[in-house]
């Protein structure tokens, strides 16, 4: 019995036998030029996202931030090891004091 994976590569395989070289080379210059524009994005997305918690903290809501998460500690180990969470490392922010 073919599992679901191998019947996959078994068609693409297939497929790619039918196209020239041309066609593949293009092919692969597309998607790996698809790879570097995602790779791209998630790095401004992570950068983003450590930025906006780090604004968040400053204003004193950290712990209101982390409370939507709480009930999905899947999603805050991927965005930890992802590195989208600011680390122990992070700055500790005091309210400001006006003059």
Do not use: C
Not at 29 to 45: D, P, S, W
Not at 74 to 98: H, W
């Amino acid at each position: 019995m073919v599992s679901g994976d191998q019947s996959k590569i078994r068609t693409a395989v297939d497929k790619s036998s039918k196209l020239s070289s041309e066609e593949l080379e293009r092919q692969l210059a597309f998607k790996n030029a698809e790879i570097e524009r995602l790779k791209g994005q998630n790095e401004l997305l992570i950068a983003s996202h450590k930025t906006m918690i780090l604004a968040v903290t400053e204003m004193g809501g950290f712990p209101m931030w982390k409370r939507f998460f709480e009930r999905y500690q899947t999603a805050l180990d991927v965005l930890e090891g992802m590195g989208a969470i600011p680390g122990t490392g992070m700055v500790q922010f005091t309210s400001r004091e006006k003059p």
